[in-house]
C-alpha cells in the first residue's frame, strides 16, 4: 500500500481524467509535453504564496510583478535559455518565445509554458535548461517559484499569457 502523498495527489488529478468531463478539482495536473503522461511534482515544492496560487489556478502570479520579472531574467540567463532562445527572447538557435506563434500552442497559456520549462519537449528543449532533471530529485534546478519569476520576464518580453 503506497501511502506517500504524491501517490495520493496522483490518485486525485487522475479523477477528472477518468470522467473527462467538465468536472474539474481546484489542483492543476501538469502534463509532460514529451509523453502526455502526468508530471509527478510534490506539491511540497509549491514553497511560495504565489507558487502555491499557480497550483491551484495554472495561471502565473508574478505577471506583470517588477521584482519578480527582476529576478526571473537572472533565472533566464542562469540556466542557459539565453543561449538558445537570445537575450531578449527573440530566439536564437531555437525560437523565440515572445509569441504570438509558438511550435506548441500551449506555451501561449502559462500552465503550458510552465510544462515545457519543466518537463522539456522531444524536439530540443530539455527539462529546466539545465540539464535534463533527475526524475528523482525535483528540488534540483529551478523551483516552481523560480519558473514563474522566469516565465514573467518571458511574458514581460512581449508573451501574452491567456
Ligand atoms: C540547448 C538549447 C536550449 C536551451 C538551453 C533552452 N531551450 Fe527552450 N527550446 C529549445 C528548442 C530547440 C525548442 C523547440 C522545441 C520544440 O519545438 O519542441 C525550445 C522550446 C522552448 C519553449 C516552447 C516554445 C514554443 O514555441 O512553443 C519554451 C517555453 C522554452 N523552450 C523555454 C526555455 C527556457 C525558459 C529555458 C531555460 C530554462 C530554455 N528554453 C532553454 C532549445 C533550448
Known sequence: MH??????????????????????FAEQSFVDTKTG??????????NTEQAKKFMNTGEN????NAEAIATGKKHYQ?????????????????????????NHSKTATDKGMFEIIWAGTNAGMSGKGKGVMDPSNHSNGLSPD???????????QGGAAK
Open 3 to 24: 501511502t506517500l502523498p504524491i501517490k495520493l495527489l496522483l490518485v486525485v488529478f487522475s479523477i477528472p481524467l477518468l470522467l473527462s468531463s467538465g468536472f474539474s
Open 37 to 46: 503522461q502526468p508530471i509527478k511534482i510534490e506539491s511540497g515544492l509549491f
Open 61 to 64: 502570479p508574478y505577471n506583470g
Open 78 to 102: 542562469t540556466y542557459s535559455c539565453a543561449q538558445c532562445h537570445g537575450a531578449q527572447a527573440q530566439g536564437q538557435t531555437a525560437g523565440g518565445l515572445t509569441g504570438p506563434r509558438y
Open 146 to 156: 523560480d519558473t514563474l519569476r522566469l516565465m514573467a520576464w518571458i511574458r514581460s
